[in-house]
């Protein structure tokens, strides 16, 4: 789903578009924009506040889950199929033959979900601490994960033959939870060009990829009657250096060199979002662009964000890459990482345990920890931000024993300490210790989380309600002494003389406040990952 992408100015610094003349429209022959207190400019956007809900529920799971699961070889498998000599392209054609004769069309009706549970999942998500849920509507690839009306190449008519979307929404519900949903099809225009190459090398050298079929070539095959072009979107031109294969990157806010998307194209996936949006009634939505999709070569992307705020005034949509008056908006997302500062805006990281698409060698060498992915957390809503967190599906629709652990390890620690969590507010400093001290940047989308990776207990982070402070250790000393500077006898942060706290899982502890700092004596762990601590205030 994501690589890392370039910083583009014309997209980043984007309130130049706002008055309103775009390269590619989008058409409302088909899907009318909800009319109501929200316009499809910048200016009026920002009169729209993230919601209260979404910044008490702090954490949500994701399941990114579709057709690329299929080979189990990872994020961006339908591209990396077309990529000679890559792994993706070399275990396709070892285990289902050539590109030009077997291509990703073909793997879809290998896409089944036969064991695939959406209540059973959402209720395990639930338990493990989830406020709200995501789904994949549909990926790059350009498969509809619903009974789409206007993408034929879609879950209802293909491969599990199921409404898989209208499956995870009635889950949702009945579990009570806030239902996201993300689409990332409006890159298929460019995402796919691979499948218009050829080998350069071996028997099949010159041999095209099946990327630029049409439908009158499915005469006698099993896809008669559906239009290839339709999935891949390639009847166009390859972009500006397409065969530089980390080019896309570059080109992900449609410039340097992008092929310009047709309006036909650009309203197809406004028409499709719009559609599974009035069906399903999504909470959050959520879009792997640079600011929104087609920004800012068209105003499909303004006009799905007004669509939603409109019809569902609780309603979050998420963007990347946001400049401050954009951040006001929309909800910035920030992937595989955070900045290191209280942000006054709520924001969200997305993140995963593995790959974003089921990855059989991540499942061999191992998924991220529980507790590297609690201490995410802990230091994300220490600055104002909710952490949506992937656990991969295989193509049948269900996790394997190693995240069967991961999920019961979250629980375990989630059950005695949400309430640090959930409903919480920053304090007056979101912490301390040698990773809070350290200057970190963030890199394009995000992508910094290697930085807060060995956080032990002289990292300390602090969260509040109404009635208590909340301060975190990022692990437990060997010594059971734990120093927290910031509540130091004197700070001025918190005036009040501190004599006990009460550590969350175990019970109330005496303290005492000396210039050194507030001075903790902790009991053996009662949890494997991070005390936590609650003082009255």
Not at 315 to 330: H, M, N, R, Y
Not at 385 to 397: T, Y
Request: glycine share 8%; hydrophobic share 35%.
């Amino acid at each position: 789903m994501k690589r890392i992408i370039m910083t583009l100015a014309m997209c980043c610094g984007a309130t130049a578009m706002m008055a309103q003349t775009y390269q590619v429209p989008v058409s409302e022959q088909h899907e009318k924009m909800q009319k109501g207190k929200y316009e499809p400019t910048w200016q009026s956007l920002e009169t729209h506040q993230t919601p209260e809900w979404f910044r008490n529920a702090k954490f949500g799971i994701w399941a990114h889950w579709g057709p690329q699961c299929v080979e189990g070889s990872g994020d961006w498998m339908a591209r990396g199929m077309y990529i000679e000599g890559s792994d993706q392209y070399k275990y396709h054609k070892k285990h289902y033959g050539h590109q030009s004769e077997f291509g990703f069309k073909d793997v879809l009706p290998l896409f089944k979900a036969e064991k695939w549970d959406p209540e059973k999942l959402v209720e395990r998500y639930k338990r493990c601490g989830a406020q709200y849920f995501f789904v994949l509507g549909n990926h790059h690839d350009n498969f509809d994960l619903w009974d789409s009306q206007y993408q034929e190449w879609n879950s209802k008519n293909i491969g599990p033959k199921k409404d898989i979307l209208e499956g995870w929404a009635k889950a949702a519900k009945k579990a009570g939870l806030p239902l996201g949903i993300s689409f990332h099809a409006d890159h298929a225009w460019t995402w796919y060009e691979t499948s218009q190459r050829y080998d350069q090398n071996g028997p099949k050298a010159g041999v095209y990829y099946d990327g630029k079929l049409t439908k009158a070539d499915g005469k006698g095959k099993w896809w008669e009657g559906l239009d290839p072009q339709k999935l891949y979107a390639q009847n166009h031109p390859m972009s500006d250096r397409s065969w530089n294969n980390g080019q896309i990157h570059a080109q992900w806010g449609w410039g340097n060199g992008a092929c310009p998307p047709s309006e036909e194209f650009v309203t197809n996936f406004y028409d499709r979002t719009l559609d599974a949006i009035n069906r399903y009634n999504p909470d959050l939505i959520y879009f792997d662009v640079t600011v929104l999709p087609f920004y800012p070569v068209s105003d499909c992307g303004l006009k799905i964000a007004t669509h939603l705020y409109n019809k569902n005034p609780r309603g979050v949509v998420f963007g990347k890459i946001l400049s401050e008056d954009q951040k006001k908006a929309l909800t910035w997302d920030v992937e595989r990482g955070a900045p290191n500062q209280i942000i006054s805006e709520p924001w969200q990281t997305c993140n995963c345990i593995g790959d974003w698409h089921y990855n059989t060698n991540v499942y061999k060498h191992g998924y991220r920890t529980s507790e590297n992915i609690v201490k995410q957390l802990v230091d994300i809503v220490s600055k104002n931000g909710n952490l949506l967190l992937n656990i991969p599906l295989k193509a049948d629709g269900t996790y394997d024993e190693k995240e069967a652990q991961f999920l019961d390890e979250l629980e375990a620690w989630m059950t005695p300490n949400s309430e640090s969590i959930f409903g919480t507010r920053p304090w007056v400093k979101f912490g301390e210790g040698p990773v809070a001290e350290k200057v970190i940047e963030i890199n394009a989308q995000g992508f910094n989380e290697g930085q807060y990776n060995g956080m032990d207990y002289r990292d300390v982070r602090f969260n509040q309600t109404k009635k208590y402070l909340y301060a975190t250790a990022m692990g437990w000393p060997k010594d059971g002494k734990l120093v927290i500077k910031s509540l130091a006898k004197g700070n001025p942060n918190f005036k009040k003389s501190i004599t006990s706290v009460y550590l969350l899982g175990y019970g109330r502890l005496k303290v005492k406040q000396t210039a050194e700092g507030l001075v903790v004596m902790l009991p053996q762990p009662c949890n494997k990952i991070a005390p936590v601590l609650r003082i009255n205030k």
